[in-house]
């Protein structure tokens, strides 16, 4: 997901899957972003905020106003 530029956003134990042959699948892709989104642009001056997911499972830079999802 990192070499396309993809912050999978919410991850914890029930959103990670392990198939019969012992492969971890991810899930739930709804809190994801493209690094692109989260770097400000001329039409969009502010970078997008991560401050959705489950607070349990949150980073906590993502509690304060600066905070986005980042590697």
């Known amino acids: ?8 956003g919410d991850l914890k134990p029930s959103n990670v899957l392990l198939n019969e042959y012992g492969n ?5 892709f709804g809190n994801s972003k493209k690094l ?26 993502l509690f304060t106003d600066e905070g986005i999802l980042s590697f």
């Open 1 to 8: 997901m990192h070499e396309r530029e993809i912050i999978f």
């Open 24 to 28: 971890l699948k991810l899930s739930d």
């Open 36 to 61: 692109s989104d989260l770097i400000p642009s001329e039409e969009n001056e502010k970078p997008s905020k991560g401050h959705a997911g489950t607070p349990y499972y949150m980073a906590p830079e």
